[in-house]
T-cell receptor, first 113, second 110 residues
Framework: GAVVSQHPSRVICKSGTSVKIECRSL??????MFWYRQFPKQSLMLMAT?????????EQGVEKDKFLINHASLTLSTLTVTSAHPEDSSFYIC?????????FGQGTRLTVV | GQQVMQIPQYQHVQEGEDFTTYCNSS?????IQWYKQRPGGHPVFLIQ?????EVKKQKRLTFQFGEAKKNSSLHITATQTTDVGTYFC??????????FGGGTRLMVKP
């Protein structure tokens, strides 16, 4: 299957700082990528849909100014958690669609201290 | 909006027993995918079902798509400890909305 690389896999940051997470499709072009958040033992909650060359579409309740998404190329989308707080600590996962299938990155475990 | 119910939430089985998880949608689906997530890992694509009544098999795993394209099931025959993880259905309806089921967490006792 297609490969999606997400980096970093783990990050610990201080409260008030910003963190950037990258999601790359390595062997295919993805006009659409998705960002999810997953709390322990829960399902994946879609945060936003990232569209190459245009603004991301955010799900209801997700703060656009806090979770900045940039999809500058067909192989790269980034999620920046701005002014992170401890409640932002979570597992963030991206996926990229190839046809009807979605392939997931390895996920990023963010811990805000 | 689309509502998804995946049951059960948890399942403990003895190794060798069978396991089934069900996914039910309130709306007709274009297709459904199943993913497996190991503890601490990321979701891994298992299979996609598109046709009404479709049945697909992967070794000990059997996937079914309902005739009305509103429900699906994943059945594992003779579970092994390597089957441990959370199984998610991922739904795509005609409006192209993507939703994950709540997941079924499978635990296998050796």
């Amino acid at each position: 299957g297609a490969v999606v690389s997400q980096h970093p896999s783990r990050v610990i940051c201080k409260s008030g700082t910003s963190v950037k997470i990258e999601c790359r499709s390595l062997d295919f072009q993805a006009t659409t990528m998705f960002w999810y958040r997953q709390f322990p033992k829960q399902s994946l909650m879609l945060m936003a849909t990232s569209n190459e060359g245009s603004k991301a579409t955010y799900e209801q309740g997700v703060e656009k100014d806090k979770f900045l998404i940039n999809h500058a190329s067909l192989t790269l989308s980034t999620l920046t958690v701005t002014s992170a707080h401890p409640e932002d600590s979570s597992f963030y996962i991206c996926s990229a669609r190839q046809g009807r299938k979605a392939f997931f990155g390895q996920g990023t475990r963010l811990t805000v201290v | 909006g689309q509502q998804v119910m995946q049951i059960p939430q948890y399942q403990h089985v003895q190794e060798g027993e069978d396991f089934t998880t069900y996914c039910n949608s309130s709306t007709t689906l274009s297709n459904i995918q199943w993913y497996k997530q190991r503890p601490g890992g990321h979701p891994v694509f298992l299979i996609q079902l598109v046709k009404s009544g479709e049945v697909k098999k992967q070794k000990r795993l059997t996937f079914q798509f309902g005739e009305a394209k509103k429900n699906s099931s994943l059945h594992i025959t003779a579970t092994q400890t390597t089957d441990v993880g959370t199984y998610f259905c991922h739904l795509n309806n005609a409006g192209n909305m993507l939703t994950f089921g709540g997941g079924t967490r499978l635990m296998v006792k050796p």
